[in-house]
């Protein structure tokens, strides 16, 4: 029976529902009640690519419906053999649950991937399959230990609303292997940057003491022309002796200016004018 040999009044769209197409379709179908419409054809569609179904189907024009039987991918398991054509259906998504208060089917959604797996290419090849819920699937109750389910109800569509055919060769294959193999990120050799130099006009005794720039480091340094002697003294802590009775005297090591400068006999030094605002012991 095909689409011109059923008689269907003008405008008749076929867009049951979840619940309609386990109820009305898919229970009578397992039951083997008949259907007022044989509306949906009967195939084996895990023989075919997704793309030669519309031409199968009864009725349809963006989606086709089927009755399939299933197989088991394993004698003795439980899991759907998914192999489909050229290629293979894969699960997407959780599995939703058909019928209140009680479940009476199951919906899955599957994707085709043209090629083998697990290489293959994902397509826009979209499938909805029923199943029966609360059905005793186990190998020991079939006499045909392949044979899942007698029946399943399958929607069939692209997303795209066309007819896409997709033929993997094994170059493809092969280029989608190398395209997803892990490569190491190209490290180029590093340049380090010449360092800053002041500009004549500097004065020389201003010139030994300029900030250079270490490639190696992240923060400006200050360099000066001093000996290892003087660092080690600049880096060791003071005593606490030499700061109770004695003051510092901030510019002994300045070479380029005078004493007297700074300050005379008659002027405190900058500690000894801090050291008058410490606070002092109460005296009775």
Same mark, same amino acid.
């Given at each position: 029976?095909?689409?011109?040999?059923? #008689?269907?009044?003008?405008?008749?769209?076929? =867009?049951?529902?979840?619940?309609?197409? %386990?109820?009305?379709?898919?229970?009578?179908?397992?039951?083997?009640?008949?259907?007022?419409?044989?509306?949906?054809?009967?195939? !084996?569609?895990?023989?075919?690519?997704?793309?030669?179904?519309?031409?199968?189907?009864?009725?349809?024009?963006?989606?086709?419906?089927?009755?399939?039987?299933?197989?088991?991918?394993?004698?003795?398991?439980?899991?759907?053999?998914?192999?489909?054509?050229?290629?293979?259906?894969?699960?997407?998504?959780?599995?939703?649950?058909?019928?209140?208060?009680?479940?009476?089917?199951?919906?899955?959604?599957? %994707?085709?991937?043209?090629?083998?797996?697990?290489?293959?290419?994902?397509?826009?090849?979209?499938?909805?399959?029923?199943?029966?819920?609360? %059905?005793?699937?186990?190998?020991?109750?079939?006499?045909?230990?392949?044979?899942?389910?007698?029946?399943?109800?399958?929607?069939?569509?692209?997303?795209?609303?066309?007819?896409?055919?997709? =033929?993997?060769?094994?170059?493809?294959?092969?280029? #989608?292997? #190398?395209?997803?193999?892990?490569?190491?990120?190209?490290?180029?050799?590093?340049?380090?940057?010449?360092?800053?130099?002041?500009?004549?006009?500097?004065?020389?005794? %201003?010139?030994?003491?300029?900030?250079?720039? *270490?490639?190696?480091?992240?923060?400006?340094?200050?360099?000066?022309?001093?000996?290892? #002697? =003087?660092?080690?003294?600049?880096?060791? *802590?003071?005593?606490?002796?030499?700061?109770?009775?004695?003051?510092?005297?901030?510019?002994?090591? !300045?070479?380029?200016?005078?004493?007297?400068?700074?300050?005379? !006999?008659?002027?405190?030094?900058?500690?000894?004018?801090?050291?008058?605002?410490?606070?002092?012991?109460?005296?009775?």
């Amino acid at each position: 029976m095909t689409c011109d040999t059923l #008689e269907l009044p003008p405008g008749f769209r076929f =867009h049951p529902t979840d619940d309609e197409l %386990v109820m009305h379709y898919l229970c009578r179908r397992c039951a083997s009640q008949p259907i007022a419409v044989p509306i949906i054809a009967e195939i !084996d569609l895990y023989k075919f690519d997704p793309w030669q179904l519309p031409d199968m189907a009864l009725y349809g024009e963006k989606e086709w419906y089927f009755f399939s039987p299933r197989d088991r991918k394993y004698p003795n398991g439980s899991r759907p053999n998914r192999a489909a054509g050229s290629g293979y259906w894969k699960a997407t998504g959780a599995d939703k649950p058909i019928g209140k208060p009680k479940a009476v089917g199951i919906k899955k959604a599957l %994707v085709f991937y043209a090629g083998k797996a697990p290489r293959g290419v994902k397509t826009n090849w979209i499938m909805h399959e029923y199943r029966l819920a609360n %059905v005793d699937r186990s190998a020991g109750k079939r006499n045909n230990n392949l044979r899942l389910d007698d029946w399943v109800l399958c929607r069939i569509y692209n997303k795209k609303g066309t007819i896409e055919k997709h =033929h993997v060769t094994a170059d493809n294959q092969s280029s #989608e292997m #190398e395209m997803e193999m892990e490569t190491k990120p190209k490290i180029t050799k590093y340049t380090p940057t010449p360092p800053i130099h002041p500009p004549s006009s500097v004065p020389h005794h %201003v010139m030994n003491d300029v900030f250079h720039f *270490d490639t190696s480091e992240s923060v400006p340094t200050l360099h000066s022309n001093s000996s290892p #002697e =003087h660092e080690k003294e600049v880096q060791s *802590d003071r005593k606490m002796n030499d700061l109770r009775y004695g003051y510092v005297d901030p510019f002994q090591d !300045d070479a380029f200016t005078p004493q007297s400068q700074y300050y005379n !006999d008659y002027q405190l030094s900058p500690l000894q004018d801090m050291f008058m605002y410490t606070p002092k012991p109460f005296q009775m």
